[in-house]
Each structure stands twice: as C-alpha cells, then as structure tokens.
C-alpha cells in the first residue's frame, strides 16, 4: 500500500504569491493534518481535517487555510507568501480523528525568495 | 516556555556507547506520548510510543513519569544510523481537537 503522498516535494516562490500543497492520506484514514517545520525546529501544527470538517487549528494567521476532499485527500494554502514562510511542509494520515498513529509524508519543502 | 523541552544537543558519541534523552512537556492533559526519529531532509518516522510502565524494543528503552512530566529514550549499543534526530512528541487535547505537539528535537551524531 502506498503510504501518505505529498506533491509537488520541492516549490520556490516569491513573496506574495499564493502556494497549494496536496496530500494524500494512507488509503483508509479519514484524518489529515499539517504541520510547517522551520530549520532547526520540531514541526508545528497548523491544521486537522477529519471527514471533510476541520478539526483543529493552530497559531498561523488566516492567510493559511486548508480543506479535506470526499477522499479525504488535502490540499494546504498559503496566500500572500512571506520569506518566513519558509519551510518543510509535512502532511500527517491517521485513522481516526484522534491521532493516536500519526504517519507523515516526506512533506513539501517551500523556499519563498 | 515551550510545551516540549528537549536539549537540542548534538550528543556525540562513538559506535557502541549508551546514550540518553530527556524531553519534559507542560500540558498535564497530555494523553500518550512518543519518540519520533527524523533523518536530514526527511520526514520523521515513529520509533516507538511511550508507556507509563516503562516500554523497550530492542536497543531503545523509553520511560515515561507523569508525575514529573518528563519522558526519556535511552539507546544502547550505538550504531552508526542511529544518527538522526530525535523527536519527543505528546498527544493532548488542546482547542477541541487531538494535537501532536513536537518538541525541537535532539540531534545525535554516532562516530566510528
């Protein structure tokens, strides 16, 4: 089985564009969530989806939003890039809505000039 | 004060030595815990969950004291590719939802 896909791996943009990142979940898993990893630090969690509906939130401003397709893949977007938005994007499958086993692509990672 | 405290390091240690990380987190409504490992430039990987009573797998030994809200991973017997970054994570339930919250991660280099 495939495990969870992210595309595209590697993106450069300017400051102010807008960026999509897709996710794939592991076939079976209804919950998605993301995490933004800047050098040198853990990931961060930015969002949970779980059927469709967002579940969790973290400290990022509005210009990030996300949203969970019927199967249940995701897509993360980042409007108005700025250079610290820099970083590795990771996307995170797990079964339930409880992420109690979380498995992580091998994220996206975003370099904003 | 971060949520999950981890000394970054890096430990350097040479092939076959015990080497030992402690992460400690700050929510007392943390629910489980875990050690993830996260090779340069890739994704982090699960290496095992941590139990209150204490849980080994092969050269690794995690402890877990709730009281003290501290966790820890102890590695035996050194090898090479145990160089990575360790990962100490908490499962709690923060905002209405489960999060992953991910401490800066200790950095392990494994000498010949």
């Known amino acids: 089985d495939a495990g969870v896909t992210q595309s595209p791996t590697h993106l450069i943009k300017t400051r102010g564009q807008h960026v999509t990142l897709r996710c794939s979940p592991i076939s079976g898993h209804k919950s998605v969530s993301w995490y933004q990893q800047v050098l040198g630090q853990g990931p961060q969690f930015i969002f949970q989806?779980?059927?469709?509906?967002?579940?969790g939130r973290g400290n990022f401003p509005d210009r990030f939003s996300a949203r969970q397709f019927p199967n249940y893949s995701s897509e993360l977007n980042v409007n108005a890039l700025l250079l610290g938005d820099s970083a590795l994007y990771l996307c995170?499958?797990?079964?339930?809505?409880?992420?109690?086993?979380?498995?992580f692509g091998q994220g996206t990672r975003l370099t904003v000039v | 004060r971060k949520e999950v405290e981890q000394d970054p390091g890096p430990f350097n240690v040479p092939e076959g030595a015990t080497v030992a990380f402690n992460c400690t987190y700050s929510?007392?409504?943390?629910?489980?815990f875990f050690w993830y490992r996260q090779d340069c430039r890739k994704e982090p990987k699960l290496l095992m969950s941590?139990?209150?009573s204490g849980n080994e797998d092969g050269r690794f030994t995690a402890q877990l004291n709730r009281a003290s809200q501290y966790i820890s991973l102890l590695i035996r017997d050194s090898k090479l590719s145990d160089s990575a970054t360790y990962l100490c994570v908490v499962r709690a339930w923060e905002d209405s939802s489960y999060k992953l919250i991910f401490g800066s991660g200790t950095r392990l280099l494994v000498r010949p």
């Open positions: 995170a499958s797990s079964l339930g809505g409880d992420n109690t086993e979380a498995f």
């Open positions: 941590v139990y209150s």
């Open positions: 929510n007392s409504a943390s629910q489980s």
């Open positions: 989806y779980y059927e469709k509906e967002e579940r």
